[in-house]
Every structure is written in structure tokens, then in C-alpha cells.
């Protein structure tokens, strides 16, 4: 039982470039979400899924793109990466049962575009 | 624009010493509020949580304190030990539609051997 997955765990782009990220779960659960984490601003929701085929936006939406034809993947795209994008990247799962609180993360992808 | 707002953002205690760090929140329809524990190059991991109904919640050496009325909440962490340096995130959900986590900026916690 691995838990929560990501793919890469570190990356350079150059402005422009595209890429995406993966993560994986295998624990079954419906929710993913994925956040981005900058100096002194916490965890800032990017886009979030509430079951397979399905996204919605966060906080933080614009210049990302998600996929989650899978239940067990979930996908973030830059399809243009700029300097902003620069952060660390986390994905969480949730399953239906506990609380909302209950998130469970992945070790993260460092990303700087340059 | 739903905001918890979390202090200190970095602290230093020495070993024994209790930890303590405070989050306030405008918005009354939050009702669970967890804390979570982050160490270098890893993800966030739930540490504790509370629901607004209940003032305080204890597992091991971490406390919860919560005062409705005020809007806050904090977390204690007592005889503090050098494994417990990591970053520390309040947080706040909402029962509406779908849940969401709004995350506190995070403290930096330091214990000194």
C-alpha cells in the first residue's frame, strides 16, 4: 500500500515549456485534489476532483489544467509554464467516509521554471 | 475570500518547552478544524482535529484549544522534543456543498535540543 504517489519529484522548465504531473492513489478513495505550496502562503487549492471524469476548480485554477479519467489518477498540466508557477506541488486523496479533514498526501514535485 | 489566519511564522522552543501556535477565522460556517504536520521534503500529514462543539481535544503531548466565540483556535504542544520540529498548518473546512480545506501560512517550529 503505497498511499498517495507523485510523479516527478523534481523538475525544470523553461518558461513556455509544458508538463505534466502525476498523481496516483491506491487507496480507492473518490476525492484528489491538488495544491500548490509557497514560502509563507500555506497550501492554496489548485483544482480538486469529487470522482472519476470529473474536476472542478480551487482557488488557484488559472494556468493549470486536470484530468481524472481514472479513478486512481489524477493528472495537473501547464500547458504554458511561467516564473508564477514556481512552487512545490501536492496531491491529496480522500475517501467518503471520515472527516473532510481527512486528507492524505503525497511527497510532492518541486517545479521551477526559469 | 475565506481566510485562516495563523501566528507565529516561526518559533523556537527549547526541549520540555511548550509549543504554542494560534489561529484565528472570520467565517462561523467553518466546523471542522485539524491541524497538520509537515516535515522537510514530505507531504502535510493530519495531526489532530476539532470540531467547534468541543473547547479542547488531547492526543499525547498535542492539544487542541478552540474558542468559538472568539473565532480562534490553537494548538499546544507540550514537552516539546526535537523530533517535533516541522511545520505546522491550521486549517478549516466547510460543510457546504463540497468540502473544502482552507489552510493556515504555516509555522515553522524549531525545538531546540
Given at each position: 500500500n503505497a498511499g498517495v504517489t507523485q510523479t516527478p519529484k523534481f523538475r525544470v522548465l523553461k518558461t513556455g515549456q509544458s508538463m505534466t504531473l502525476l498523481c496516483a492513489q491506491d487507496?480507492?478513495?473518490?476525492y484528489m485534489y491538488w495544491y500548490r505550496q509557497d514560502p509563507g502562503m500555506g497550501l492554496r487549492l489548485i483544482h480538486y476532483s469529487v470522482g472519476e471524469g470529473t474536476t472542478a476548480k480551487g482557488e488557484v485554477p488559472d494556468g493549470y489544467n486536470v484530468s481524472r479519467?481514472?479513478?486512481?489518477n489524477f493528472l495537473l498540466g501547464l500547458e504554458s509554464a511561467a516564473p508564477s508557477q514556481t512552487s512545490v506541488y501536492f496531491c491529496a486523496s480522500r475517501g467518503t467516509?471520515?472527516?473532510?479533514?481527512e486528507q492524505y498526501f503525497g511527497p510532492g514535485t518541486r517545479l521551477t521554471v526559469t | 475570500q475565506q481566510q485562516v489566519k495563523q501566528s507565529p511564522q516561526s518559533l523556537i522552543v527549547q526541549k520540555g518547552g511548550i509549543s504554542i501556535i494560534n489561529c484565528a477565522y472570520?467565517?462561523?460556517?467553518?466546523d471542522y478544524f485539524p491541524w497538520y504536520q509537515q516535515f522537510p521534503g514530505k507531504g502535510p500529514a493530519l495531526l489532530i482535529a476539532i470540531r467547534p462543539d468541543v473547547s479542547e481535544k488531547k492526543e499525547g503531548r498535542f492539544t487542541i484549544s478552540f474558542n468559538k466565540s472568539a473565532k480562534q483556535f490553537s494548538l499546544h504542544i507540550m514537552d516539546?522534543?526535537?523530533?517535533?520540529s516541522a511545520t505546522y498548518f491550521c486549517a478549516a473546512s466547510m460543510n457546504t456543498g463540497f468540502q473544502k480545506l482552507v489552510f493556515g501560512t504555516g509555522t515553522r517550529l524549531l525545538v531546540s535540543p
Open positions: 487507496m480507492n478513495h473518490e479519467l481514472k479513478k486512481q467516509s471520515g472527516g473532510p479533514y | 472570520e467565517n462561523t460556517a467553518f516539546s522534543q526535537p523530533g517535533d
